[in-house]
């Protein structure tokens, strides 16, 4: 299974060269087919997914309905229409932890890197199951070094990638949805940020300080005994959820906030959230636009993104 882990440290160090990407998530399965030299999307799908079929974890089974998800991937590969072997691939942020940790500074040996990194791992997860695998990224920064941690089980990656070569694919790439966004929007418009994307049961946060990654955090948006929250429950989670995450950067940082980029990745487009979200934050909301020129509507540009910030 450590060839994924080394897929996934690829993917957070170099954009990855794939002209064919497929996302996961919950609720639905969607997928872009690109000519890279002309930036351009060929073909691209969205389709629905029972929210039966899949229950995204760390530490379970994830995959519950193999036949539907097979039959969902055939009609997304036929309306594709590539005949590439090797993609990308972004699966549900809940099977994934990711960490941002700083150190001043880390020890110049491999070795003694990454015992330190693990130490610092293992603070935040003392119990781990025997299968997680750890891959890291040093990100340099002028009074510190930052280091983009990612912990997955190689089981429950190995249930996605299964799927893929059933259907004759190569997963070449593995990452997950939020990390791409931050290829979309433009740092420098704003030295200190908050990317917020905002799934049907979930929302992710990253943060940049003085356009450097500062924290990343995964929240669940569903409660127990319930599938779906009302409207007003969830925009008061989100709510709550984006300025405790402010409050906390900005104790720890003394650093002002001064931007929120927003993406919806909602099947259902619930085009109230977004003026609710803006009447709450007192700070400026952006929505990101993968491709402002493009033919695709909203909606699907919205759902999308991570695709196109990933192999565009």
């Known amino acids: ?92 942020e809940s099977c994934l932890k990711v960490f941002v940790f700083s150190f001043v500074p880390l020890p110049s040996s491999p070795k003694e890197k990454e015992e330190i990194i693990r130490w610092r791992v293992k603070k ?20 510190e070094e930052k280091v983009l941690v990612s912990l997955a089980r190689a089981s429950v990656v190995y249930e996605y990638e299964s799927l893929f070569n059933k259907m004759g694919l190569r997963v070449g790439n593995v990452g997950v949805a939020t990390l791409n966004l931050m ?42 005994s319930q599938t779906k929250l009302p409207f007003a429950t969830k925009i008061e989670d989100v709510v709550k959820e984006i300025k405790n995450t402010v409050n906390f950067i900005e104790d720890r940082e003394k650093k002002k906030i001064n931007t929120f980029w927003a993406r919806l990745g909602t099947m259902n487009p619930e085009e109230k959230i977004l003026s609710a979200l803006q009447d709450r934050l007192a700070v400026s909301l952006k929505m990101i636009e993968p491709l402002p020129a493009s033919e695709l509507a909203f909606h699907e540009s919205q759902i999308l993104s991570p695709l196109i910030g990933q192999i565009l």
Request: net charge negative.
């Open 1 to 92: 299974m450590s060839i994924f882990f080394d897929r996934l440290k690829d993917y957070l160090i170099k954009p990855p060269a794939f002209s064919v990407a497929f996302q996961i998530s919950h609720h639905y399965l969607s997928g872009i087919h690109v000519l890279p030299k002309e930036g351009k999307i060929k073909n691209q799908f969205i389709l629905p997914l029972k929210s039966s079929a899949l229950e995204p974890s760390f530490d379970k089974i994830n995959i519950a309905d193999d036949s539907h998800l097979e039959e969902s991937l055939k009609e997304g590969i036929r309306q594709l229409n590539f005949s590439e072997k090797n993609i990308a691939l972004l699966i549900p």
């Open 124 to 143: 935040q997860m003392p119990l781990l199951p025997d299968d997680t695998r750890l891959s890291f990224t040093v990100l340099k920064s002028n009074e």
């Open 183 to 224: 290829n979309l929007i433009d740092r420098e418009e704003a030295d200190n940020l908050i990317v917020i994307n905002l799934e049907e049961d979930y929302i992710s946060l990253m943060a940049f300080l003085d356009s450097e990654i500062s924290l990343y955090r995964v929240k669940p948006l569903v409660r127990e």
